[in-house]
């Protein structure tokens, strides 16, 4: 099923490619890589737009202007205008910013969370590694999608709840895979010696299971970071995300809906940039995965 | 195998007995029902004998109790909106649910296996670098937002298909291809994954030795033992797919399991939400039930491990 079997294999890069980094010219090494290159590049470009998005920005991102309404793309607005006058690019910039904001919030949330209850479920085994593992279940259970929708019903609709929700959503994969990979640590010799020498089981999990799990863990962080940055847009879609006026990529897509007969840059532009962000994403994380041999991972 | 059987009916009982206190905890957790059923201007004595007749005074384990024997029973209340019962709502919707995620599951199946075979028998051919920008594509951007695009391109600029609604074929088309291009692109690159090792192993080598035609080596041979992941992995996505029909559902107006659950959220009718909860939730746990069972049929090796 979708639990990946992880092989052992603790170090992120190919053994290989340090020895072939010396003896290779820096051009074919970005022949090799250059898809690996270009997405990072992608990443880095989205991330400073959106860190920097009230300074670069040329319009006050929910500055209402009616007289320059659904304007088509132009140098003066390279995005077009939205319903309202708003400035689709600069929009689109704020928007990165609570979509990425939100994304990275809940992967590392996410990621911490699911990483210690698979290390000490793999560690302690027993009923806490029955129960992590059945609530793992029920997160597999449902899509995540769904659950988020009910919680969301549940709780309400704003910023902080979308992340606890996609956290809710997102851990039981790190939990997992991370358990698989730390059962096959829990029985090397310098685990072994460690508990020998006489340290406390919490110390062993911290100290000697943690580090080691932790290339598993980004390649994770950066495989998730994508599915996440769709799920956000997907609440924010349905109106149980990110609320009005707020920008954030999946709020634009919906506000642009109507206006697709004639104004179809209100929503379009938005999606492509988040299009070109998650697949930057996806191939940079298939590019880090192939390093690791996680087995079974096939999404 | 029958003690394998057991193990995976009692695993699938614990996950639905969890999901049930999860489910009972976060409606507990919405609000005192005295206030959101009841209209504003009842009087604090009506909301006492309101709590009362409902038992929000037991004690909460005697409340649970009561809750799961209600829902195996079928009684899941009747909904606060349309006053009708509950579950009969969330069953006119999923006929509609299940024709669009099946459709689009048979989409995926039958776009992405051929590509990714193709892509596997020639590497670096025109299939194979079409199948990555295909696959890339498809995992690159939510469902609702290819709908969006296919809307603006077919319906809206050509004219060709509908731009929603439910009833025929045409109105099919382009929420299935919306929705199953996610899995497409997954199913592609899995079959091209594995039909690419398998290809390099001993016994394909043997066998085109043994001078059999490559057509049989790649079909016969080889895709025979590529085969066993990729069947899991399309089962697992029939629930990835009800997930992404929920935004495909809210875009096309296809009047579906999700869009009654945004509706029901949206109207704070919960009783309609539990239900739709449960329901899928029973659902996913006999389909991925199913599935397992599928797989040590197939592969004799899972039960005994």
């Known amino acids: ?299 | 195998m029958p003690a394998f059987l057991l193990r995976r009916i009692g695993s699938a009982l614990v996950t639905l007995l969890l999901m049930s206190v999860l489910i009972f905890v976060m409606v507990r957790m919405v609000g005192d029902p005295a206030h959101l059923m009841m209209p504003p201007e009842a009087t604090e004595a009506d909301r006492a004998l309101f709590r009362e007749q409902l038992g929000l005074n037991d004690p909460v384990p005697v409340q649970y109790a009561r809750f799961l024997s209600t829902i195996v029973r079928g009684d899941f209340g009747n909904s606060f909106h349309f006053g009708v019962p509950a579950l009969s709502i969330v069953e006119d919707r999923l006929g509609p649910s299940l024709l669009l995620t099946l459709s689009a599951l048979a989409f995926a199946i039958f776009t992405g296996v051929p590509l990714g075979i193709a892509a596997a028998v020639k590497k670096d051919g025109f299939a194979d670098q079409f199948s990555k920008i295909f696959a890339a594509l498809g995992q690159a951007a939510p469902p609702f937002f290819f709908a969006l695009l296919f809307i603006r391109l077919f319906s809206v600029g050509l004219g060709w298909l509908p731009t929603g609604g439910y009833g025929s074929w045409q109105h099919l088309v382009l929420p299935v291809i919306a929705l199953g291009w996610y899995s497409a692109a997954g199913l592609c690159r899995l079959t091209q994954a594995n039909l690419t090792a398998v290809l390099q192993s001993e016994y394909v080598k043997m066998a085109r030795i043994k001078g059999v035609p490559e057509h049989v080596v790649v079909l016969k041979h080889a895709l025979k033992n590529a085969a066993l992941p990729v069947i899991t992995f399309a089962a697992s996505q029939f629930g990835i797919l009800i997930g992404g029909a929920v935004s495909i559902e809210a875009v096309f107006s296809w009047p579906g399991f999700g869009s009654l659950m945004v509706e029901s959220i949206n109207q704070l009718d919960f009783t309609v939400v539990q239900a739709a909860v449960i329901v899928s939730t029973l659902l996913f746990i006999v389909i991925n039930f199913t599935v397992d069972l599928l797989y040590a049929l197939i592969d004799p090796r899972i039960s005994h491990v």
């Open chain 1, 1 to 299: 099923m979708s639990d990946a079997i992880v092989q052992h294999a603790p170090s992120l890069p190919q053994p290989s490619a340090s020895a072939l980094r010396s003896s290779r010219p820096a051009w074919s090494r970005w022949r090799r890589h250059w898809q690996f290159h270009l997405s990072v590049a992608v990443l880095a470009i989205v991330i400073f737009a959106a860190s920097f998005a009230p300074w670069l920005s040329a319009y006050d991102p929910n500055g209402i202007d009616l007289g320059s309404a659904l304007q088509a793309p132009s140098l003066q607005h390279w995005f077009g205008t939205d319903q309202l006058g708003r400035d689709v690019l600069s929009r689109t910039m704020s928007g990165a910013r609570l979509s990425l904001f939100i994304a990275f919030c809940a992967v590392f949330l996410a990621g911490c969370g699911g990483t210690l209850i698979g290390i000490l479920s793999a560690y302690f085994g027993g009923w806490i590694d029955s129960i992590t593992m059945r609530l793992a279940d029920i997160q597999y259970a449902l899509p995540p999608v769904i659950l988020a929708m009910v919680v969301i019903g549940v709780i309400g609709p704003n910023t902080a709840n979308v992340i606890i929700v996609v956290t809710i959503a997102n851990w039981a994969r790190f939990a997992r895979v991370i358990r698989a990979e730390a059962l096959s640590i829990k029985h090397r010799d310098y685990v072994l010696l460690a508990r020998l020498a006489g340290a406390s089981p919490l110390r062993v999990a911290l100290r000697h299971i943690l580090p080691n799990v932790r290339n598993t863990f980004l390649v994770l962080l950066t495989l998730d970071i994508g599915l996440i940055i769709i799920l956000e847009a997907a609440l924010s879609f349905l109106g149980l995300g990110v609320q009005p006026p707020d920008p954030s990529w999946g709020t634009m897509i919906s506000d642009g809906r109507g206006q697709l007969e004639h104004a179809w840059w209100t929503s379009v532009m938005p999606g492509i940039v988040m299009m070109l962000t998650v697949l930057a994403a996806n191939l940079a994380g298939d590019h880090l995965r192939e390093g690791t041999r996680l087995i079974g991972e096939a999404d």
